[in-house]
Structure formats: C-alpha cells, structure tokens
C-alpha cells in the first residue's frame, strides 16, 4: 500500500492527479473533438482565448493582495488572508469558505476574459 500524500507531494499523489487529469482531457478530446459538442464548453474557449494574459494576471493579482496589508482583530495580515476571514469563512467556514475564495478569483478572472473575448481583444506573444 503506497499512501496519497498531498502535503508532502508524493509520487503517489501526482501520480493519482495525473491520471485524474488524463482522464478529464481523454473525456473532453472525446466529446468536443470526436463527438462534436462544442457548444456546452464555450466557457473553456474564453479562458483559452488569452491564457498568457490570465497567467501574468492572476500572478500580479496574488503578488499584491498579500503584500497589501490589513488590520483584523489588532494584527496586521495580508489582503488575501483577510478577505478570506472575513468574507468567504462567514459565508461557507473554513473548508467551503476556501473553496469559495478560489472560485472566485476564478469567475472574477472569468468575467475579465469574458469582456475580451467579447471586444475580440486578444494579447498574443
């Protein structure tokens, strides 16, 4: 028995996330390219549209929001770790609130991409 260690980053749990990935890619290849449902994934086409700009993006966006700091409770924390606190563990706690916070930076970036993709705006190396 080889245990799925994440904290740790394991062979074993880049093995077991590897596969899961293949078999998502293997599915999506098999409905958009073979089957031709291109329809329901139009929302995967936005993010592909300007991928290099989400990835300087979302990187200036996490530099700054922990490097800006804030007061919460006497002790001054990043930006990141206050909204989080004070807005997604209200909402969800703890587990959930995390998983909020995550899919909300995604939709946020999303909603920006989306906004391109509209205007036709397309950054290209």
Request: hydrophobic share 55%.
């Amino acid at each position: 028995m080889f245990p799925i260690n994440k904290a740790l980053w394991t062979s074993s749990y880049v093995l077991f996330t590897g596969g899961i990935g293949a078999l998502v890619l293997a599915g999506l290849t098999f409905l958009i390219d073979i089957k031709h449902w291109k329809e329901p994934f139009w929302v995967f086409e936005v993010f592909g549209t300007n991928s290099i700009f989400l990835f300087v993006a979302s990187g200036l966006w996490a530099k700054t929001i922990i490097y800006i700091e804030r007061d919460l409770n006497g002790e001054m924390v990043s930006a990141y770790h206050y909204c989080y606190k004070t807005i997604f563990v209200p909402l969800a706690g703890d587990l959930n609130g995390s998983l909020l916070f995550a899919l909300s930076h995604v939709l946020g970036f999303w909603v920006i991409l989306y906004w391109m993709y509209r205007k036709k705006i397309q950054i290209k190396l």
